[in-house]
């Protein structure tokens, strides 16, 4: 057969294992070590049911809250400033909602809504391994002092045990020296006989009562009490705020919880707490008005009361019950004006008590009163616009620092608009004095008039004006202040509820996954481990090792012999028999019979290294050729640690190729001498190595060599040459020119998958000529990283024992040896 056609043969058998290699291997790792995936599985899914059982579980609870817009309280001018502003891009049309969203994920307000609902105080039933969480339903409430409560900077941690009719309260606490240092850790034990109960500690007084549940003996509650700003910022980074869309107000609100209940009370709570905080600040304008009404009300009553005073006396004094008005045209005319003159007067004076207010140091910056009876339009707008501002800016700050971006923005335009109110109230004051200094001229003129009227007449007409005016404004507060406790009671909620706070479905642990995650750990564990093993293998240990490794033909996988089966010279091979081996080496001969052509005949052994079972697979293929009726001659040319006599039993180490080596030009009748029978087959000769001589290395360089085995090829049909490896010493390389095939030993378990770096090199250099390899030492019967051959109805062969056991080439060159003498004078070159 051609090496082309050898070639093509061996690549269809290539590519037909290669194609169904990776589901095959996997399979087989599979099926082989299944008890190990199965037990894998068990426990991690048996870890992953426990995780499930004891781990606390988490809930989403979730509500939509509708933001209201305050945008139909702004004036018409207002509304078109701000709509151009969002078309231009200068201000965002999500403004409000995201000031809104800050303030309701705010630490401030989650600690309202923590310490209305008394969160800060967590309740737990121990059990034997899992506690269970207990709210509105503990058998007793613990709570501490309101002024100890804030300066709590560590955990107050204590449990409740029931013994009979008694409570054993043990607890552990610390004590805050500032704001960043904590004395302790401070214990504490107590009999309480029963409820309502205190206990004294340095972190506060512990109050305890009884709660809608009762204890029973032997149970044990733990309780653990935090600050309400710690258990704020807890509750305000489980909390997630987002709108529902870009053009709408309506916020969805989810928050996390190991309780369902308490979720849902927190949210509503939460809103609650919002509303409140918003109406307060709605209400801080109504409240400064009502304050500004009442002062002027006082002011105004005294006066009232100075006027109808005066008048009284005046009366009293000079006995007047009736007065007569001679002119009356004159008097009507003087009353009018001067009822314009006391108006003007008035909004001067409304002027400068607001001009007074405003530049009270208390009130910078604060909302200014509305509604005061001015008639000033512009000054009127430009306060309520300034009060807007200064609200915006005082709820900012709640959260945020005077430094703040967005605050000093605000405290800009605060500074601005009192700059203008100041100068529209200046301009309102001087064009009233003007106003009133007209009204005063013509005022003067009829009073002029008036004047030629009896005095009395005069003097009680100007009382009873100033009676009637400072009646009037009098009036006009009252009314004004129930116009404003009105608008205080009638205060609407910022936000409201469009979707009332429920379940949603829990958040962890997510069952399905962590029991996926199970299993899949279940499979990846053993998988990983099977890898490792494979990857940290420097040996190799069946074919698909070999066959990864190299593309050189693999003509036999060997199996263990059992030593039972062997006869002398570790024979396995008989005749008339059809066992495991016997197919093995029958299997062996028909492929090396492929890959030689009809007259090659010389066929060597060699291997990487000593132990790979080149005498013993030597021997029994050359069995296979005899068997067939071939002539066969066994040469041994390892001439460095001989064998064959040892293998065969034969004492007789004197008798060997190496005589004929050193001789120019030996006969067919020098080798005739040198040929020994096997005494195992009659078609089986042994050419065994003989005495070692001084330079192994020379002596296979002779010509003698080749015609030596010129003249076997004559009168034999088979040579098998047993060789040293060709790892270790060169002299293989050099009979490797003279033969027809190489065939490669190499052992599972055995033989380093480096050494097929220098069997590749061999090939590519082509340094042997038509090499093979032989996989030597599988044991069929066992199951190891996939590789599991069987026995089938060869299931005597299990109790395989190990074979082939050569000594270590550690010391090749000149050495003595019991079978002969390296410095023997027959062995010298002639």
């Excluded at 309101?146 to 449990?159: D, Q, T």
């Amino acid at each position: 057969m051609t090496d082309v056609q050898q070639k093509n043969i061996y690549a269809v058998e290539e590519d037909s294992e290669q194609s169904s290699f990776n589901f095959q291997k996997l399979y087989t790792i599979f099926i082989l070590n299944w008890k190990w995936f199965v037990l894998s599985i068990i426990i991690c899914l048996g870890c992953s049911y426990l995780y499930l059982r004891y781990k606390s579980p988490v809930y989403a609870t979730s509500a939509k809250l509708l933001i209201k817009d305050d945008s139909n309280n702004k004036s018409a001018s207002a509304k078109d400033a701000i709509s151009g502003m969002v078309d231009f891009g200068i201000i965002s049309s999500n403004y409000g909602v995201d000031n809104e969203i800050e303030i309701l994920n705010t630490r401030t307000l989650a600690a309202e809504a923590v310490r209305d609902l008394k969160l800060y105080t967590s309740y737990w039933k121990k059990g034997r391994v899992k506690s269970v969480i207990l709210y509105k339903n503990q058998p007793i409430n613990v709570d501490v002092d309101a002024a100890h409560l804030e300066k709590l900077n560590a955990p107050i941690s204590m449990s409740i045990e029931r013994d009979e009719n008694k409570y054993i309260v043990k607890g552990k606490y610390y004590v805050s020296v500032d704001e960043n240092t904590v004395e302790g850790p401070f214990k504490f034990e107590k009999t309480l006989a029963g409820f309502p109960a205190t206990i004294g500690t340095k972190a506060g007084t512990l109050y305890f009562t009884n709660g809608k549940t009762r204890m029973k003996d032997g149970d044990v509650m733990k309780v653990v009490i935090v600050s309400p700003m710690m258990m704020a910022a807890q509750y305000s980074s489980a909390l997630s705020l987002e709108q529902t869309s870009k053009t709408s107000t309506t916020l969805n609100m989810q928050l996390n919880d190991r309780n369902i209940q308490r979720g849902i009370d927190y949210l509503r709570q939460l809103v609650i707490c919002y509303n409140r905080q918003a109406n307060e600040d709605k209400n801080e304008i109504a409240i400064r008005t009502e304050a500004f009404v009442n002062d002027r009300l006082e002011k105004i009553n005294s006066e009232l009361n100075s006027t109808e005073g005066q008048l009284e006396n005046y009366k009293k004094r000079n006995r007047l019950v009736e007065l007569k008005v001679d002119a009356k045209e004159s008097v009507t005319n003087l009353s009018s004006y001067e009822q314009k003159l006391n108006e003007a007067a008035t909004q001067i004076s409304l002027i400068n008590s607001l001009i007074q207010f405003a530049e009270r140091p208390g009130n910078k910056y604060q909302v200014l009163p509305s509604n005061i009876g001015l008639r000033d339009e512009a000054s009127i707008s430009l306060i309520n616009d300034y009060n807007k501002v200064a609200l915006e800016r005082n709820r900012l700050l709640r959260t945020a620092s005077e430094s703040s971006p967005v605050v000093e923005e605000l405290t800009s335009q605060l500074k601005d608009m009192n700059s203008s109110i100041r100068m529209a109230l200046s301009q309102a004051k001087r064009n009233l004095e003007i106003q009133r200094n007209a009204v005063a001229s013509q005022y003067g003129q009829y009073n002029q008039e008036v004047s030629r009227t009896p005095e009395q007449e005069r003097i009680l007409t100007q009382i009873g004006r100033q009676q009637e005016v400072k009646s009037g404004l009098y009036l006009m507060l009252l009314q004004k202040r129930e116009e404003n406790s009105i608008s205080l009671a009638a205060t609407a909620d910022k936000g409201k509820l469009v979707e009332l706070p429920q379940y949603v479905g829990k958040v962890s642990p997510k069952t399905n996954i962590i029991l996926l995650l199970g299993l899949i750990l279940g499979i990846a564990i053993p998988s990983l481990v099977l890898y490792l093993l494979q990857f940290f293998r420097y040996r190799i240990e069946g074919h698909d090792d070999v066959e990864a490794l190299t593309d050189i033909p693999i003509i036999a996988d060997v199996a263990v012999a059992n030593e039972a089966a062997k006869t002398r010279a570790d024979i396995v091979v008989h005749e008339n028999e059809n066992n495991q081996m016997e197919e093995i080496f029958r299997s062996m001969r028909t492929n090396l019979q492929f890959m030689m052509k009809p007259e090659d005949k010389v066929i060597m052994f060699t291997s990487s290294t000593s132990g790979e079972g080149k005498t013993f697979n030597a021997a029994n293929l050359a069995i296979s050729f005899a068997l067939l009726g071939k002539k066969v001659v066994l040469v041994g040319l390892d001439i460095r640690k001989p064998r064959l006599a040892e293998l065969f039993e034969i004492d007789n180490h004197h008798t060997g190729i190496t005589k004929l080596l050193v001789k120019d030009d030996p006969t067919w009748n020098d080798v005739q001498k040198e040929i020994l029978p096997s005494e195992i087959n009659k078609n089986l000769d042994l050419l065994m190595a003989g005495p070692i001589p001084p330079n192994p290395g020379e002596i296979v360089t002779r010509p003698s060599l080749e015609k030596v085995l010129n003249l076997l090829k004559e009168n034999y049909d088979y040579i098998l040459v047993d060789t040293a490896p060709v790892g270790l010493v060169t002299d293989t390389l050099q009979i490797g020119k003279l033969v027809d095939a190489t065939v490669f030993m190499c052992r599972a378990d055995y033989t380093p998958k480096a050494a097929f770096n220098a069997i590749n090199m061999f090939k590519a250099e082509k340094k042997l000529k038509n090499m093979s390899i032989v996989i030597n030492g599988i044991d069929m019967s066992k199951k190891k990283y996939g590789y599991y051959y069987g026995v089938g109805k060869y299931g005597r062969y299990r109790n395989y024992g190990s074979y082939s056991k050569y000594g270590n080439y550690t010391s090749y060159g000149t050495y003595g040896n019991k079978y002969g003498n390296a410095n023997d004078n027959s062995l010298k070159l002639k």
